[in-house]
């Protein structure tokens, strides 16, 4: 069964217009209310936000389809993305819902649904809650329909879990970090956890309105970030998104480190103190070839998903992982938390630069990348990865990589672009072989 309503990580797309309207939201409330309601207890659903103006509009269309249901709602207001994943787990919820368009600009908006165990649904509940939406919804009986109440500690209670997964010893005094919370939904419990461990914060990418998150700030837009950690000679920067599961650091000296080498970082340091599950851990396609030689030469492995923190996760929980990401910044750290967590994974970052002593620049550069580069080539229609002449210069750079680099070559799932990528010991040799796949790509295409 095809997907309709369901991408990658929920339903997204630019507000008021289809998919993201107030209607189709009120009929995911009915319909993910209908299908979670298992038993004959009190069914429960919690939902929290990021800082988007659309946010109102979408969680009032979702609370009136849950209530229209029978299910009770506790609403959070503007929280991070895992902490709707851990509150529903730990109020036991019978389902939690984050509105984020995570790091879209702020016109978009999505729904993410999370199950009862926090994790996030499965392909199977999903196309159950999309064939609900094209059928007509039985209602609850006028004494049935449910509550809503919102809940003020939620924040609280976050804060308290990610404190938690800061090793108990340490402490952050004497540290100054600059925290970017682009203007999303951590604004307020990121600087609150770093400055209850004992840090100095500057806090930037706090002051939402409505319309600016992610705008030139936060890890898409790390360049706030950078300048402020220079300026303000901070030890550290830790820049976040829109919904807060995703990181990217900034060293003192303004560099940005990516998600490859923060994991490189947190599992070769897990796997020394003996904590390091599955033997590995899981990262996607797009992650450097540094990145696996380094880990190899730690007698780490590495194992590569699609692109998506979803099939990441499968991963991690079929194999027994409990480190996993994306080059992008998603970290998953699953002793700690059901889903990709930008303020968890941060502390691991700090932990190991408080126990080291040494500075940023010199902690976080666990590898050299090898020469990366990724193009995307538009096209009108069809399948030009099929074409034979496509098909012909892929094996041929394929065979020219060998031994000495790797391509990735994939459809865009939201748009019609092919994404070529490929990396190399020679970056002549990756920039000719890019350019070589894009141009056969656009003539067939043309």
């Not at 229209?68 to 709602?73: H, L, S």
Request: charged share 25%.
């Amino acid at each position: 069964m095809s997907r309709q309503y369901f991408g990658t990580d929920g339903i997204r797309g630019r507000t008021n217009k289809w998919p993201m309207t107030a209607a189709l939201a009120m009929k995911v409330g009915m319909a993910a209310g209908t299908h979670f309601q298992r038993g004959t207890h009190r069914h429960r659903v919690v939902i929290g936000k990021d800082t988007r103006l659309s946010g109102y509009m979408v969680e009032n269309a979702l609370v009136a389809g849950f209530t229209a249901v029978g299910m009770d709602v506790v609403q959070f207001g503007p929280i991070p993305t895992p902490a709707v994943a851990l509150l529903a787990h730990s109020m036991r919820a019978d389902l939690g819902v984050m509105i984020s368009a995570s790091h879209n600009p702020y016109f978009d908006n999505g729904i993410k649904l999370f199950g009862p165990d926090g994790y996030k649904l499965s392909d199977e509940d999903e196309l159950k809650i999309e064939a609900l939406l094209d059928q007509d919804i039985s209602l609850a009986e006028s004494k049935d329909i449910g509550r809503a109440r919102r809940v003020e500690d939620a924040r609280g209670r976050y804060i308290h879990a990610v404190k938690s997964s800061f090793p108990a010893d340490l402490r952050l005094d004497g540290l100054k970090i600059v925290v970017d919370c682009a203007n999303g939904a951590a604004y307020q419990v990121a600087p609150s956890a770093l400055w209850e461990l004992g840090a100095e914060v500057v806090a930037v990418g706090v002051t939402p309105n409505g319309t600016n998150i992610n705008d030139a700030c936060g890890s898409t837009a790390p360049l706030l970030c950078q300048e402020t950690v220079v300026s303000s000679g901070a030890d550290i920067g830790i820049a976040l998104d829109g919904d807060a599961d995703r990181l990217i650091v900034v060293d003192e000296k303004g560099k940005i480190v990516d998600g490859d080498q923060i994991m490189a970082l947190i599992a070769a340091n897990w796997a020394r103190e003996g904590v390091l599950r599955g033997g590995g851990l899981v990262a996607t396609v797009m992650s450097n070839l540094g990145l696996e030689r380094f880990l190899a030469g730690q007698g780490i492995a590495l194992e590569r998903t699609s692109v998506g923190d979803r099939y990441v996760l499968e991963r991690m929980r079929s194999g027994g992982f409990n480190v996993g990401g994306e080059q992008s910044g998603h970290m998953i750290l699953s002793d700690y938390a059901t889903t990709g967590d930008g303020t968890i994974a941060a502390l691991q970052v700090l932990a190991a630069l408080v126990r080291s002593g040494r500075s940023a620049s010199e902690l976080l550069h666990q590898f050299d990348p090898v020469p990366q580069l990724l193009k995307n080539v538009r096209f009108s229609g069809g399948k030009p990865l099929e074409h034979e002449e496509v098909k012909r210069v892929i094996a041929q750079a394929q065979a020219e990589l060998e031994g000495a680099g790797r391509l990735v070559i994939r459809p865009s799932g939201t748009e019609p672009v092919i994404r070529v990528m490929a990396e190399g010991d020679s970056e002549d040799q990756v920039r000719d072989v890019v350019e070589r796949i894009c141009a056969a790509v656009a003539k067939v295409t043309a």
